[in-house]
């Protein structure tokens, strides 16, 4: 049998991995400025969280969802306590996508609609509903488009207001830093305004923040920045630092029902342990302070860069806009540095998404490999 091939794959294949670094079968050691794609939250193989896992699977790895596993109440307070959300409820599944598909549905049970509004170049995963509100014709099927949905202009108030106002709105879903588009953000002042539409005219308002969550852009959440609170939260990546698991954070006015929900291996014993863990590391080390300061010195750094057309972002959660594209400069980064970054749907836009454990050395040397490749190209 072969591998379904979908990937456009690196040359690079990783054996090992400690920290920021990924170590590869050509016997070299890279920088993980990808952190595999906003998973990596607490650095590869940190010893607390293989400690926790190996504690876990030496007494019981899994169980079905029909027993007592009072370690996803341990995670769900710890994850309250952390977030912000302590008085929110948790639903625990496997991915992104899925936790997508529950907040649709949970959103669709509460107010009965099934209209949704999503932004121009948003991701929200693969499976049918995420799919279906995802700004990408090549990736959606016939049979993912299952609910009507309109595709707004981002941080467009007017157009928010005019199609809420049609009073047939279920939802509206939006990464509040979008990933794969390209590291763009919404302005705070349309989200809060957006939070108070919705609140108005009883449309769910969910924030997928599944790859900008769990401290990536110096707060817990990235809507936080703007300080309102949506409806329902989805997170994924970083929560479980590789190993898979995800989650849909409710607010109290979802009432939940026997049988709505469900998942065979969500909240597994130690899927729960994984995600433990990774709270016990952001909390113990300061991760999400530190991912602030980190990443506000790169931002800063890479700003200075005459080549860079724009840098955004927050925390280490970073898009670098260059007037080429940049598929030439990531392989460069890679053979010459040693480093690696992150692409997203614009062939123009570099993604950095390192752990966020990386030190201030690592990001000067990111910021002066840069520098010194860039200080050699010419673009053609
Ligand atoms: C913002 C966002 N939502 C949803 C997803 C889908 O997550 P998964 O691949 O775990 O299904 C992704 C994955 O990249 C994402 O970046």
Redesign the pocket.
């Known amino acids: 049998m072969e591998i379904f091939d979908v990937y456009s794959l690196l040359d690079l294949e990783p054996v090992k991995a400690q920290g920021s670094y990924v170590f590869c079968d050509d016997g070299n050691r890279y920088l993980d400025f990808y952190g595999g794609?906003?998973v990596i939250s607490i650095g590869h193989s940190h010893p607390h969280y293989v400690d926790k896992i190996t504690e876990q699977l030496n007494n019981i790895g899994f169980y079905s969802n029909s027993v007592q596993n009072p370690l996803q109440q341990q995670l769900a307070a710890k994850l309250g306590e952390l977030s912000g959300y302590d008085d929110y409820q948790l639903f625990l599944c496997n991915?992104?996508?899925?936790?997508?598909e529950n907040a649709l549905k949970m959103a669709s049970f509460h107010n009965g609609k099934s209209k949704v509004i999503s932004f121009n170049k948003a991701?929200?995963?693969?499976?049918t509903s995420?799919l279906n509100i995802t700004d990408k014709d090549a990736y959606t099927a016939p049979i993912n488009q299952s609910s009507e949905v309109v595709f707004l202009k981002m941080n467009d108030l007017e157009a928010v207001e005019a199609e809420i106002s049609q009073g047939d709105v279920c939802a509206v879903v939006l990464?509040p830093v979008?990933?794969?588009g390209g590291i763009r953000l919404f302005e705070d002042s349309f989200l809060q305004q957006v939070s108070q539409l919705c609140q108005a005219h009883d449309v769910v308002l969910i924030c997928?923040?599944?790859?900008?969550g769990f401290g990536r852009t110096g707060k817990f959440f990235a809507h936080q920045h703007a300080g309102f609170k949506p409806d329902i939260i989805?997170l994924?990546?970083g929560m479980g630092n590789g190993f898979?698991v995800?989650g849909t954070i409710l607010s109290p006015d979802f009432e939940a029902k026997h049988g709505r929900l469900g998942s065979t291996f969500g909240g597994n014993h130690l899927a729960c342990a994984a995600a433990t863990a990774v709270l016990d590391v952001i909390k113990d080390e300061q991760l999400i302070e530190h991912a602030a300061q980190i990443g506000g010195q790169l931002l800063d750094a890479l700003a200075d860069l005459p080549q860079i057309k724009e840098v955004r972002g927050r925390g280490l959660m970073i898009g670098l806009e260059f007037p080429f594209p940049i598929k030439e400069l990531r392989h460069r980064l890679i053979e010459e540095e040693h480093i690696i970054t992150g692409i997203a749907s614009d062939p123009n836009v570099s993604r950095l998404l390192p752990p966020l454990t990386i030190s201030e050395k690592e990001a000067n040397q990111f910021a002066t490999a840069m520098q010194n490749l860039l200080t050699e190209h010419q673009p053609q």
Request: charged share 20%; glycine share 10%.
């Open positions: 794609h906003a991915s992104g996508a899925e936790a997508i991701f929200h995963g693969r499976t995420a990464e979008q990933g794969i997928d923040e599944i790859q900008s989805t994924a990546k898979p995800a």
